[in-house]
């Protein structure tokens, strides 16, 4: 079945320069919304970062392999340590005998702990590095996201995490997120709130800076199973931070001949190229018929329309009719508004 997402797609490098171009949807097709925030990241894994010789701790929760990549701008030398007092020291290989094996390339270093045991590990480093370990079979997951995934200025963002061990919710953990802003430069910390059912949330009433572009979060999770094992995980989420080109007032409909015109008022805060896309549905979100036309718009109050052919939207009452209108800038890539009715 067509996704209306992949369409537009496809006719996107054909409607930079053309006019307005329309068509039909296969009967059946969905009316889709666009996603509210990316697919969720799912997490088995944690990262840390030391900036002088460190020990760190590494909690398994057992059943698994462990991975764990040093990452460092120079030679780190590690030593590891196991819940049974084995350790695999800097200048040794391991073996597959012992569970233990180190692997080496340019600077840095992947240890593999073939089997872990439901314990604490120590990992010796003697140099800035950043650590990540990962527990690829552990049952115990982190998904994380954050809304919207195209944010408009003065939207609220959401912070959202899910631990679980198999479909067992994971309550009483610890999870907070960083923010990190298109600079790369991590701006606030913020403390997520459990529901008693594994999930933690926390809204931001704004960004803490005004600055385009993706930003991304950090989601740090520490907590115990119900069976007393103790689990770090690390998460990752991301939203676009929209630059605020326009402000799109209510959908008009009318009928002009063969045609439905979709009309509405917008408020251009930046002046350049960008494309007007309209979906039209019916009420039971069968998605009919779709236009699109590059637009070279001003500074200021202008009108936006788009004509649909009416043979496009298969005898549905134009009084019934859902429809969707996305303005995306082009000389500056992103959603400048979206308004539906």
Do not use: C
């Not at 819940?83 to 290989?93: K, V």
């Not at 298109?182 to 600055?211: C, E």
Request: proline share 5%; no cysteine.
């Amino acid at each position: 079945m067509k996704k209306i997402t992949l369409l537009l797609l496809l006719t996107f490098a054909s409607s930079l320069f053309a006019a307005d171009v329309t068509g039909r949807f296969d009967a059946g097709t969905p009316y889709e919304e666009p996603a509210a925030h990316a697919p969720a990241n799912v997490s088995r894994m944690f990262t840390k970062s030391v900036t002088e010789p460190s020990s760190i701790d590494l909690y398994a929760t057992g059943g698994s392999g462990m991975i764990i990549w040093t990452i460092a701008e120079k030679p780190v030398a590690t030593k590891l340590r196991t819940p049974t007092g084995a350790e695999l020291l800097p200048f040794e290989g391991g073996s597959i005998e012992r569970g233990l094996r180190r692997f080496r390339e340019n600077d840095d270093e992947v240890l593999h702990v073939m089997t872990t045991a439901a314990a604490r590990y120590q990992l010796d480093v003697d140099a800035p590095a950043t650590v990540v370990v990962a527990e690829p079979e552990s049952t115990v997951t982190l998904s994380t996201w954050a809304a919207p995934l195209s944010r408009q200025p003065g939207e609220p963002v959401t912070l959202h995490a899910e631990l679980r061990d198999g479909d067992a919710p994971l309550a009483g953990a610890h999870v907070t997120a960083s923010l990190v802003n298109p600079r790369g430069r991590a701006v606030q910390q913020v403390t997520l709130t459990g529901n008693g059912d594994g999930v933690y949330s926390a809204t931001l009433a704004d960004l803490p800076m005004n600055i385009p572009g993706t930003w991304t979060v950090r989601f740090d999770a520490d907590g115990t199973t119900p069976a007393g094992i103790r689990f770090t995980r690390t998460g990752t989420g991301e939203l676009v931070a929209e630059r605020g080109a326009a402000r799109l007032g209510k959908i008009r409909t009318e009928v002009i001949g063969d045609m439905l015109r979709v009309s509405l008022d917008a408020t251009m805060k930046a002046a350049g190229a960008y494309r007007l896309d309209v979906i039209v549905a019916d009420r039971d979100r069968n998605a009919l018929a779709w236009g699109e036309g590059r637009r070279e718009l001003s500074l200021g109050a202008t009108k936006l329309e788009l004509d649909i052919p009416l043979a496009n939207l298969g005898g549905t009452d134009v009084n019934d009719l859902l429809v969707d209108v996305r303005l995306l800038g082009l000389d500056s890539i992103g959603v400048a508004g979206r308004v539906t009715r």
